[in-house]
């Protein structure tokens, strides 16, 4: 170890932290030692965003790392919160310390100190203070696999002795999570302590991989539903909190996952521990929504606030577009809340306006909101007649950003009627508010007088080049005219940045885009793989002839963002090369989901990717 007035020995300005030269660290470390509260506080927060910054650490931390475990003996106070920090500093994964690269890695040094100076860390393992107790737990399993024989035997009599003695039950949990980091199993599954029983499980469950025992599982199940009653519990490697590792462990088997929510929420959802595995479940697998609306309706009677409930109604409207008939034990539910005056409302009547249920229209025009007249214009498109005159009402007073968006959105489905809002949609135009999507829809209502005609030029003009595309693409949708859009395309393709979104916004014009090949052949070899997929979309969009596209959409093709648009492009041309088709059909079948949710985004990204593949494969 090495007290503060060793700190000038370290050439601190050679070394380098999250923001550059370590200079500051002398400081940070010295203020740990002082009578300030605040000023402590403050320089643990900024060594964490220093010599640790989001799972990072550095060529300054490990020469840290014996000024920090001298402060753990000296700065009583706060010996848990140095233990940590020397915890997370040295986490890694041990298959890394087979790699060639291992020995020139930060952690790498971080480990080494941390191994070498444990010895004289391991009287905190009998500190009066539970925190600290399971704080010098968590560093010792920091570095389970690299203590030598001699500090390794130690530590594990130290950690045993904890595991069988300690009077706190959570403490001898750790300490038998530690044991197995050291080496050795320990059956427990009939302990007649429920977080130590709980710690076996999860053990086990970790040790073997999914599927899970049903012992296991009975355990996790019935000693999971009760959140640590301590304020203590530190995160262990690769996890931000010991719920999230145990919320993991059973997301991964989706079976024992869907169990052992079930059983929590019938305890009480304590903490709202199993609604929320149930959100991560539909999020994880396909298929599994109906289970999960289960879950989630059986949830709503144990919250115990406005906003629990809310969180609840909002899993149901995210997913309940995936049953074919919701229940109408679940669709009274929602109508239920829906007419509550809490913040759980609004979730509650958009589900409902997805669900399809024909009480939504009423209670959306009573309280309209402009997500819930997208979604009743959506699930109600036959009421055009009684929702288009409230968009319009709520586009004239005034609506903007994504609310407008929400307004604009609505009117697609309504097809011609939509032509109805013309007067709104050319003032959101004129006004610059959601002017985007209020361009592209008015080029879809297809209504052609010279003030529309004006508008749109004029807004080809604008600062946005967002604004500038869609503008020139409804003249051109309006007009026929291909030169003032092929000006405007051409200004942006030759633009400095992005231009992925401009190449993706061609279609419409088709082979009236020729003149624009020669800027968009050289996109097709880009460095960026969006640029690439979008050239080789605009392409054939272009030219009508797939040969230059199909190479390149197949190279992006994955379960990826841009791999999923590749499709889309692959499947607007119709020709699937022969070789995907085993990629296809990993897409179809997998039970789990291959991408995540996109905010702002009316579908699933994973439902178009399997949706896509099957149709593909069906086709070819």
């Known amino acids: 170890m090495r007290s503060p007035a060793e700190l000038d020995q370290v050439q601190w300005h050679d070394l380098t932290h999250a923001h550059g030269p370590a200079e500051d660290v002398p400081e940070l470390i010295r203020a740990l030692h002082g009578d300030d509260a605040e000023a402590v506080d403050e320089a643990i927060q900024e060594l964490y965003g220093t010599i640790h910054h989001q799972g990072t650490v550095y060529p300054a931390s490990a020469p840290a790392v014996p000024f920090l475990a001298h402060a753990v003996l000296h700065v009583p106070g706060r010996r848990d919160e140095l233990l940590m920090l020397l915890a997370v500093l040295a986490d890694h994964d041990p298959q890394d310390t087979g790699s060639p690269h291992w020995a020139g890695r930060p952690v790498a040094a971080i480990c080494a100190e941390l191994a070498r100076l444990l010895p004289q860390l391991l009287p905190c393992l009998a500190d009066p203070a539970r925190a600290v107790r399971r704080a010098a737990l968590r560093v010792v399993a920091a570095v389970a696999d690299l203590l030598p024989a001699e500090v390794r035997a130690a530590a594990e009599r130290r950690v045993d002795e904890l595991y069988a003695t300690d009077p706190v039950p959570a403490v001898r949990a750790d300490a038998l999570g530690v044991l197995a980091r050291l080496g050795r199993e320990t059956e427990a599954l009939d302990s007649p302590l429920p977080e130590v029983r709980l710690a076996a499980a999860l053990l086990a469950a970790e040790r073997s991989g999914p599927p899970y025992e049903k012992r296991w599982v009975d355990v996790l ?25 145990l919320t993991h462990l059973l997301t991964r088997d989706v079976d024992a996952g869907l169990t052992a929510a079930g059983r929590w929420i019938a305890a009480g959802d304590l903490g709202s521990r199993g609604s929320r595995l149930g959100r991560q479940i539909a999020e994880t697998w396909r298929d599994r929504e109906p289970e999960v609306l289960d879950l989630m309706l059986a949830a709503l009677p144990h919250q115990r606030d406005a906003r629990g409930r809310a969180e609840c109604l909002t899993t149901i409207g995210h997913w309940i577009e995936r049953l074919p008939e919701p229940g109408a034990d679940l669709r009274d539910t929602l109508h239920r809340h829906a007419r509550s005056d809490d913040e759980s ?225 692959l499947a607007a041309i119709g020709r699937v090369p022969e070789e995907l088709r085993p990629v296809l059909r990993s897409f179809a079948v997998s039970p789990l989901r291959l991408l995540p949710a996109m905010p702002f985004s009316d579908v699933h990204p994973d439902e178009e990717l399997r949706t896509l593949a099957r149709s593909l494969l069906a086709s070819h």
């Open 221 to 245: 199940a019935e000693d999971g539903a009760e959140p640590d009653p301590g304020d203590d519990g530190f995160p262990w490697a690769g996890v931000t909190s010991p719920e999230d590792r």
């Open 345 to 569: 409302a609004a979730p509650a009547l958009l589900a409902l306006a997805r669900s399809r249920d024909p009480r939504a229209l009423e209670l959306v025009l009573r309280t309209p909101r402009p997500d819930t007249l997208r979604a009743a214009a959506s699930s109600c498109p036959g009421a055009a007649d009684r929702l288009i005159p409230e968009i319009r009402r709520t586009l004239a007073s005034g609506a903007t950003g994504n609310e407008a968006v929400d307004l604009i959105g609505a009117l697609t489905g309504f097809g011609a009627a939509a032509r109805q809002a013309q007067p709104e949609l050319l003032d959101c135009l004129r006004t610059r508010r959601a002017a985007v999507v209020a361009a592209r829809q008015i080029g879809l209502n297809g209504v052609v007088t010279p003030e529309i005609t004006a508008l749109l030029h004029e807004a080809t003009h604008s600062t946005d080049p967002s604004l500038r595309a869609a503008a020139a693409l409804a003249h051109h949708r309006l007009t026929g005219e291909a030169a003032p859009a092929l000006r405007v395309f051409e200004a942006l393709l030759t633009a400095r940045g992005p231009v992925h979104w401009h190449l993706s916004g061609l279609q419409p014009l088709g082979g009236a885009a020729e003149p624009l090949l020669p800027l968009i052949e050289p996109l097709l070899t880009a460095r960026y793989e969006w640029t690439r997929m979008a050239a080789a979309e605009a392409h054939h969009t272009v030219t009508g002839s797939p040969e230059r596209a199909l190479p390149v959409l197949a190279g992006l093709i994955g379960p990826t963002p841009v791999g999923l648009s590749a499709l889309k492009a």
